[in-house]
Every structure is written in C-alpha cells, then in structure tokens.
C-alpha cells in the first residue's frame, strides 16, 4: 500500500495567519485572556491544540451576556464579522485583534461600495451573495450593506426568482463567498443573466455593457486553484481520505468534489476514524483535506494508514492470500 499527502492540502493562507496571531498573543501574555469569537477553524482536534494553550471560544450570545471585558482581548476569526460586532466588543471594553481574511476583507469592502453606488445615483438595485446562509463568512458580508439576499445553490436562486425576491428587471451586483465552488458560481451567473437579459428586453451581452449586471468573482483563487488540483490528485489514486470537520463549508464542497472523482472518497474528521474494510492491499491511497485541516492531522491520518497497510498485508502473508 502506498499513501501520497496532498501537497497542497492544509490551512489556507487566512486560517494561518489566524492561528499563527492566537498563538503569539498567548505566548506573549500568559497572563492574559484571549477569547475566539467563534471557532477560529472549523477541526475538532486543532481547537483543542488551541484551548490548551489558552484559546477560550465563544459565541455572539456570550458576548452580549458578557458585562465588562477587564481589557480581555477578542479574536475576530479569519470569516470576519459585520460591524455590529465590533461595535457589541468595543462597548464592552474588548481589545480586538482582527484576522479577517484579507480576502475577506475586500470582499467587505466591495459590498459596502456597491451599495453605496446605489444610494449615491439613487438606484434601486439589489446585491446577492452566492454563499452558505448562516455561515460566519455570510454574516459577515450581509451587515456590509442593508436587504442583501443570499442563494446557496441554482434552485434557491429559481425559487428567489420565481416568489419575487429577486427583481431580474432591476440592476443587480452578484458576489460569492469565498470558499464557494468556482463552478456552481458560474452556473449561476449563466442562469441569472439569461433571466435578466429576457426581464429587460435585452442581450445579455448589452445587459452588461448597461451595467446592469455587475458579476464579481469574489471566490479567493488559493481555494479555486486548489479545486482544480485536487479533481486531478482524486483521480490519481485509488481510494481519497478526506480529512475535515463536518462543519466546514470548503470542506463539503472539496470533499463533494472528491466524491464525483473518485466512488472510493471517504470523509472523516480524525484517524481513529479510519476502517480497514475501506482498504485493500495493493491501494494508492491519497490523504487530502479542506482549508481547515492542519497539516500535522493529515500526517497523522496517513500513519494510520500505513498502518492498516502492514497490517492488511501481514494478513495475506499468514494466510497464503
């Protein structure tokens, strides 16, 4: 049995800069506190890594229940938050330490400049977010502007269109979250500028020359590349290992792609996981995960790996197979 690591699996730029600023905040001040808001990463094991060396994580009702911060510090994660947030924190005397994404960041910005193109021309347009509803990152982007409508998927734009949520006659700004698939967005964006064009009268060529479509490909491209890379290390092997926590948004749609490249892609968040039943002998085992898993847990997972491998083939040996 051979076991390869996806080279290019692992935490994502945004997630390290994270970890790497929680980690020296408690290496500098062990005597003070620094609390998550939120999971800083959606991995079992790397929260617990991280609360044992001090990382406390919360959630918004926490916050609100909190009176006084005693200068305490607040880490805003990687998917960033809408401004009411920083504004609950500074109320209550946090001292903020921001890792947003940079991504993310300008993401934010692009919403917020949308919209205020809209008010500054007095338009009546609209700003949909391709993105995962209730998703930290979502949130996030939906508090940079007022009556943004978020989609998940092709059908809940269909639905969106058809109940009258979305107005195809009126001039629209579409953006993505950024860990959404590449694909699915553009399928989209196709469905969405043949309505519009129909709605208007026009081509869909002219719809955008009018601007009346403003398409944003807000997808970060460390995550679009890597989907591109990973379609081709799924089919290079005979069985995916794919490592993730079950709530990780990219995680889903990495190992969803997995899946539709390879039957044999198995989704487990930890090496004890792992079943023997799933390997044969002679297999060409691929370990990869999303941009939340850390490196050293894929390690672990393919030792585990190759331990099921030795074991497998002592099998075949004592009993001439």
Known sequence: MKVDIDKNSGFCGGVIRAIKKAEGFLQENSDGHLYSLGAIVHNDAELARLHNLGLTTIDYEDLLQIDAADSHSLLIRAHGEPPSTYKTAQSKGFEIIDCTCPVVLDLQKSIREAHENFSAHNIKGQIIIFGQIGHAETLGLMGQAPDTIVIENMNMLKEALKNGDINPSLPTEIFSQTTKSPSEFESVIDFLEEEMAQ????????????????????????VAARQARLSEFATCHDIIIF?????????????????????????????????????????????????STPRWLLEQVADKILEIGENLSNFASENKI
């Open 243 to 291: 490592v993730s926590g079950k709530a990780s948004s990219n995680g889903k749609v990495l190992c969803s792609l997995c899946k539709n490249m390879n039957i044999r892609t198995y989704h487990i968040e930890k090496a004890e996981e792992l079943r023997p039943e799933w390997f044969r002998q002679d297999d060409n085992v691929g370990v990869c995960g999303a941009t």
């Open 199 to 222: 709605a208007c009268g026009t081509t869909r060529e002219e719809l955008r020359q009018k601007g009346l479509l403003g398409v944003h490909n807000t997808i970060c491209t460390q």
